[in-house]
């Protein structure tokens, strides 16, 4: 089997018996091997068949940047539990107690961790014999006696030398009741924010949803109609996020983020007593993993949906090995269905660009892109041997925040923005449908597309210092967090930036804005 790689020496046939796979069954070398619900409920994103059972395990979206106040950190952000309705009580928003939640780094191109930050949620109920309330009063603290039910968690953090404990009973920002319960909940966000023994931050609780799209887009695309765009499906609810704020150099390869500024992350859930099955035998094992993201919309329009919850399981270091997802990759299924709607020629298989977006990282000697941007090959302790093809969110640590964030990113010429790592702006959706119709090869937008979704930033702003996700709503979706006037939120250089979107030519200096207009 031929998967992309960053060398021509590194392709080679893979024994598929090696893969385990989830439920939607794929047949291997030594049978067929399923992951089966068991003691808990297999499960895995949204985009995934299983998701529906197990929203708590359920990672929405993952984000890495520089820090854009201190650029000598990098913040990594996890959400989980899409479509958190505010008001949704008395029965509000928790982590699970049962799971691990993980942020992973590979700083080595092998497709495995070599940093993992893990959390481990307890929930405490002060009175569960007499109350139903989540709170008994107005609550102005987070150990304030009438929060009736408080979250608590350890952080750790281990590497090759071990595992270490660095936060032990850190409190979780509760869910927003509302302003009647929660007359100031800033102030709780801000004492759920703590400080890390070695310069960093960490943050858990609830959170406005940062990810903004019309999603609308998977009724075969707005039903062929591109005036009914607009509507931001996300606004108004609210998710579950982990953050962290850690110096670079506890992420860089050898310690050193500038011989080994590249780094590739992703995030996973974990469950005890999973049930993993095959034609012969049934166990129940220890940590499962059920849940993982890297890339924003890979396993919704990239993974067909036969493999979508065994992608789910898989680490990075077996997805070269699963050929029908590689596939995919190299010819995607969703420049077909743009051409079927509306008559967008699809850019000619294989796709090599989508492959060095997605599996390698971008770099003059990975594939088409001519440009040296996040491909570990670029680490200069590297061990080029070990480098694979893995789905992970990559991110160059050296190049600096921008001063005016463009939210088409790399597009727009802005390289600390997606797919160099993902800031909380940037806008995936418009750019991932300009990357899979060429622009990231060709360095020129689709005119027909160019207006992409039409939802082009947050309902609200995002916050200038860590853990910069904006406050959650309190305010039901039913009428919406700005009274129904959610596109009037935006900011007018946000809503008027897409017509007139940069687009980057990639050429031998790397990659240089060229500002043209594009029409719809």
């Not at 595992?163 to 800033?186: D, E, F, Q, R």
């Not at 695309?221 to 982990?242: F, H, I, K, W």
């Not at 990759?329 to 420049?335: E, Q």
């Not at 039913?478 to 596109?487: D, E, F, K, L, M």
């Amino acid at each position: 089997m031929t998967s992309p790689t960053p060398r021509p020496r590194s392709r080679r046939v893979l024994d598929h018996s090696l893969v385990v796979l989830g439920a939607g069954a794929l047949a291997t070398g030594l049978g067929i091997l399923t992951l089966a619900p068991g003691i808990s409920a297999a499960s895995s994103h949204r985009e995934a068949p299983l998701i529906a059972g197990d929203p708590r395990a359920d990672n929405t979206d993952v984000y890495a940047f520089t820090s854009p106040d201190r650029s000598d950190t990098v913040t990594l952000a996890a959400n989980w539990i899409p479509f958190e309705e505010p008001n949704g009580g008395p029965n509000f928003y928790q982590f699970a107690d049962d799971a691990r939640y993980n942020i992973k780094i590979d700083n080595t191109g092998d497709g495995n961790a070599d940093v993992t930050y893990s959390w481990r949620f307890r929930t405490l109920t002060r009175d569960a014999g007499g109350q139903f309330l989540y709170n008994t009063g107005q609550v102005t603290s987070l150990n304030d006696p009438d929060l009736n039910i408080r979250q608590v968690y350890d952080l750790t953090v281990t590497t090759s030398r071990g595992t270490s404990t660095i936060l032990h009973g850190a409190p979780v920002a509760p869910s927003n009741v509302g302003k009647a319960s929660m007359p100031n909940y800033a102030t709780l966000r801000s004492q759920a924010v703590r400080n890390l023994a070695r310069g960093g931050k960490a943050f858990a609780g609830q959170a406005e949803d940062p990810f903004f799209a019309d999603l609308r887009v998977f009724d075969l695309l707005y039903g062929g109609d591109l005036s009914e765009r607009g509507q931001d499906t996300l606004a108004g609810y609210n998710v579950n996020s982990v953050a962290l704020q850690i110096p670079k150099k506890d992420l860089a390869l050898r310690g050193n983020a500038t011989r080994n500024p590249v780094v590739g992350i992703w995030s996973t859930t974990e469950r005890r007593g999973v049930q993993v099955t095959d034609s012969r035998t049934s166990s129940h094992t220890g940590w499962k993993q059920v849940s993982r993201l890297g890339n924003p919309l890979v396993n919704e329009v990239v993974v067909p949906l036969k493999y979508k919850d065994a992608f789910n399981t898989l680490n990075p270091s077996q997805d070269r090995t699963v050929q029908p997802v590689v596939d995919k990759v190299l010819d995607p299924i969703l420049p077909k269905l743009i051409q079927k709607v509306y008559g967008v020629p699809a850019p000619k298989a294989p796709r090599k660009d989508l492959a060095e977006i997605y599996l390698t990282g971008i770099c003059k000697a990975c594939g088409p892109i001519k440009a040296d941007l996040n491909a570990h090959r670029l680490n200069k302790d590297a061990s080029l041997k070990k480098i694979v093809p893995a789905e992970e969110l990559r991110l160059n640590m050296a190049v600096p925040p921008t001063a005016k964030p463009n939210r088409l990113g790399v597009l727009a010429g802005d390289l600390a923005g997606f797919p160099n790592g993902r800031r909380l702006a940037d806008d995936v959706i418009d750019i991932s449908l300009q990357a899979v119709e060429g622009a990231a090869q060709t360095g020129k937008l689709v005119p027909a597309l160019a207006a992409g979704d039409k939802v082009d930033a947050n309902e609200v702003p995002f916050g200038t210092r860590f853990p910069y996700l904006a406050l959650p709503h309190s305010k039901s979706v039913n009428s919406g967090p700005t009274g129904g006037a959610r596109q009037s939120a935006m900011k007018p250089s946000h809503a008027a930036a897409l017509g007139t979107a940069g687009v980057a030519l990639l050429g031998l200096g790397g990659l240089r804005l060229r500002r043209r207009r594009a029409t719809s």
